[in-house]
């Protein structure tokens, strides 16, 4: 399968571990341990929602070396597209899922002598895989970690008891403490290397200062995955398949694609990897690039297109799948 | 079925050969009657019996050999094995992975007992029984990347991947074409192919190295490379160059047979599970004119693509003073009728 090797998993276990974060535990279902996992993976999670399939990704945030099982922290977002809600409204504990192998798009650059965490409220999850590798191989990392509130975020409390307030610092938006991400930067020593994960206007904030600074971009990492936007209906053909597929307003290019029956390559599901790129051989319309991965040249070019989150708004596009 | 061992030599009297068996589960690596580069990878997955493909990791019966000859280079030259600080977690990896398969392909000859992290692994071709604790380098006599390497045939590089590339960070090379770990070490994707002609202008190697940075876990890949050798040399090194560059000089019309080799790399490609990194197996196969020929049609594709080789190939493999005499001790086996599609023997 285009995805990857898939696992058949049950959920052991489904913690409530703030305000609208559930934690799931994922085993396998024939009791065998899982694979290792390297700090900053993710799966693909697929869903079957009453007949409706939904494949999202979610950052693995157990401990890597923990082959009895993987955790993953799902928030409920508002405008759902149906994955966040169908896990935490529908899924119980006992229930059959189906992960992905993991894949890991958010290493840790093992050379680094220091590592600084910049999390905002879920993007705290590849953080607390990579957090426990770092401990468990007495590497230095700080975290800070921005949240809403105290009743929002996840998991603060156990943090600091565990790594101890000098490594994990907290600030909470509704007390008026904010990241000092400008002063944090400034003044680090050589070899520190600096990851961003939470709401896109951190992580675009975080590299921006980060630039300034003067850091190398090599330094500085960052993992968004994007949920595929909605918009209006349209229809995409399939050259080579020889079929016409109607891209609904809640759906992605890909999973469209995946209804019809066809299997296209993918591996992230959120723009950033790669996999699903896919030639435009006609477009009589925009596109609407949604993706991390292609270059502006390459947006700019029309002829290539991220299906598992790129959108179009024309007359007739043409894809060659 | 247990393998029965060669003793043999890869230099000085060169006892090298293949059984009639080998010759025939020989990876001939081109699968139509003209060569060019190609990204030409696919999912490295188990084949039939018979072919190298039987197992992932494939041990035959040059195994022990191989292994004599690879401790005699690293007696002679340390430096073909060298890892950086940051790759310990791969080093691991790629202890587990080479157990794990050869103990899978080979239950006869090759055992390993987990019981948490403590491992016992039992080696019978080369006498080996050790028991050490995964994950701590002071209960193995050597750093676990060089200890499973002196174990498993081929060279083994392993790349780190970071910054939208791939870095050269770890190798056990003594079975090389021509290339240097101690020079290439540290390099990246783009650099360390940087000598290669042709490739490059038709994005080959931007295409490959996109390729690699997705790769999955369990979803190895693998590939063809091929050169000639003069001699059944494994250690054809750029260090060594004085002692097997001349040997180039000495092939005649009456001893391209014996002398002259198909050198063929099977590459695999492997993610590595804690690390992150790719473990890239180069596992070298040698097969003399003489054994070549015991498969027609064989002799006929080689002699048709040594004829039809781009100049450029021809000098950046080395076969400049030796392809005219080869190409006409060949075409004594081409009779000129068609070849099968595929590699394997009709």
Known sequence: MSGGLAIAVRVSRIDTVAANIKRFRLVRHDGEPLPVFSAGAHVIVT????????????????A???????????????????GSAFLHEKLREGDALTISHP????HADKRGRKHILLAGGIGITPFLAMMAEFDRANVAFELHYAMRSREHGAYWQELVERYGAHRVKLYFSAENDVLPVASLLH???????AYVCGPDRMTDFVLRTARECGWPKSNVHSERFLAPISGKAFDAELLRSGIVVRVGDHESILEAVEAAGIDAPYMCRGGACGQCETAVVACNGVLAHHDVYLSEEEKA????????????????????? | MAIVFRQETFRDDFTYRNSPGNIRRFPFPFDRDEYMYSVNMEPHVRGQA???????IDVDEHYVAEMQDRALVLKEDPLRYQALPHMMAAQWDTLELLMEEQAAGYPEHFTLIRNGDRWRWINRPLGIDDTFTFGDRSTLPYDPFEYITRQAQGDFCIVDQRDGNLWMDAGMVTTQADWSLDFDIGMNFMEWHGPVPLAHQIGVFDRALKFLLKLQLGKPTRRFNWTMTINPRLDTSPENYHKWGPDRTTVTPDNVGEKVHLRVELQSLWRLPRSNAILFVIRCYLISMNELVTVPKWARRLHRVLKTLPPELVDYKGLTRYRDNTIAWLSKHDDGAPTSPGIFPD
Not at chain 1, 47 to 62: E, I, Q, T, V
């Open chain 2, 50 to 56: 018979g072919t190298v493909y039987e197992s992932l």
């Open chain 1, 64 to 82: 890597p070396h923990d082959t009895s099982g993987y955790d993953i922290s799902v928030l409920r977002v508002a405008e759902s597209r149906g």
């Open chain 1, 103 to 106: 894949v890991n798009l958010f």
């Open chain 1, 187 to 193: 003044n680090q020593p050589l070899g520190t290397h």
């Open chain 1, 47 to 62: 869903m079957d929602d009453d007949g409706h399939r939904r494949r999202n990704p979610y950052s693995l945030m157990s």
């Open chain 1, 301 to 321: 070019s029309g002829r290539k297109v991220m299906i598992c989150v790129s959108r179009f708004d024309g007359t007739k596009l043409s894809l060659d799948l």
